[in-house]
């Protein structure tokens, strides 16, 4: 069974561009999260979504994070505009309901 | 404002050596994960604990949970080189399914 991915591995724009960053679910999963690293410091997280609903959203930083998951399938976070404290490791990870969460391998993601 | 915080931060030690990291959390949360990261992979999780006083091995990994103290440990028996990764603990945010993590553990071990 394939897990979670995510593309692209690796992202460097410059500040003021827009990046996005997608993440397919295991297969059969509704619960999407995203989260992320920044410098080191811990994982945070972003928000949620069940199927292709939000349900939590209360970790996204500002306006400038626009996530989304049309058909509750695949899901994109789209940054714009980038700026250099974006930069960090962006989590997604997948879970059937309320059960243990899988993450994919990250997109590291520098703002320069 | 919910907190997980992990110590140490770092870590280094010899091969055949035994060690614990420790998490403490400010929820009252019924759920404590332990994760492992490599470098430039996912987060494996490693133990989901449920209860007071659970207790999960895996090889020369020990996790135990003590929910009144809001702690939880990770014991190495015997390292060995391949134990080498980043080890996170993360709980449940508040009836909610957000995990909040700890800052992780840079485990390095050395021959």
């Known amino acids: 069974e394939a897990g979670v991915t995510q593309f692209p591995s690796h992202s460097v724009i410059e500040k003021g561009q827009t990046v996005t960053l997608r993440c397919d679910p295991i297969?059969?999963?509704?619960?999407l999260y995203w989260y992320r690293r920044v410098m080191g410091k811990e994982i945070k997280f972003l928000l949620h979504?069940?199927?292709?609903?939000?349900?939590?959203e209360s970790g996204m930083p500002n306006n400038r994070f626009l996530a989304e998951r049309t058909g509750g399938t695949y899901s994109t976070l789209k940054v714009q505009p980038a700026e250099l404290e974006d930069s960090g490791v962006y989590f997604c990870a997948s879970s059937q309901v309320r059960a243990r969460q899988y993450f994919g391998p990250g997109t590291r993601l520098t703002v320069t | 404002e919910l907190k997980v915080e992990q110590n140490p931060l770092f870590l280094s030690m010899q091969e055949g050596k035994n060690y614990t990291i420790y998490c403490n959390y400010s929820?009252?949360?019924?759920?404590l994960y332990w994760y492992r990261q490599d470098p430039g992979k996912s987060l494996e999780s490693l133990f989901v604990l449920l209860s007071n006083g659970a207790v999960k091995q895996e090889g020369r990994l020990m996790a135990s949970l003590d929910t009144k103290a809001r702690l939880s440990t990770l014991h190495i028996t015997a390292a060995v080189h391949d134990l080498s990764a980043t080890y996170f603990c993360a709980v449940d945010g508040d009836n909610t399914d957000k995990l909040i993590f700890g800052t992780g553990t840079r485990l390095q071990v050395f021959p």
């Open positions: 297969s059969g999963h509704d619960n």
């Open positions: 979504f069940v199927k292709e609903s939000k349900q939590d």
């Open positions: 929820t009252t949360s019924d759920r």
